[in-house]
Nanobody, 121 residues
Framework: QVQLVESGGGLVQAGGSLRLSCVASGRIFSIKAMGWYRQVPGKQRELVAGISSGGSTNYADSVKGRFTISRDNTKSTVYLQMNSLKPEDTAVYYC???????????????WGQGTQVTVSS
């Protein structure tokens, strides 16, 4: 099994910055895509940013130019640098990874427990 643990959430004023981290551990043979999603009560979880194993990235239109996703494959870690935060960025942020536990390269999708980000106006 693979475990994902997020950190870095918290309370920040509008215009401020936060950096989220997510470390993958456990039986990891290979990790393909990693990403960050967010969810607010009563709404569906939405993709914020994704990054492939080769470093290709994609972003939700609402965060382009403000958020940057990156990863360190040697540490099985993905980051989300969030700048110019807005109150509408308030949500629980979840880390996601497509990982395989052995040489057969059967990939499963794993989720972290989530970290709260609150942006005050």
């Amino acid at each position: 099994q693979v475990q994902l643990v997020e950190s870095g959430g918290g309370l920040v004023q509008a215009g401020g910055s936060l950096r989220l981290s997510c470390v993958a551990s456990g039986r990891i043979f290979s990790i393909k895509a990693m990403g960050w999603y967010r969810q607010v009560p009563g709404k569906q979880r939405e993709l914020v940013a994704g990054i492939s194993s080769g470093g290709s990235t994609n972003y939700a239109d609402s965060v382009k130019g403000r958020f940057t996703i990156s990863r360190d494959n040697t540490k099985s870690t993905v980051y989300l640098q969030m700048n110019s935060l807005k109150p509408e960025d308030t949500a629980v942020y979840y880390c996601n990874a497509d990982a395989s536990s052995d040489y057969r390269l059967v990939y499963n999708k794993y989720w972290g427990q989530g970290t709260q980000v609150t942006v005050s106006s």
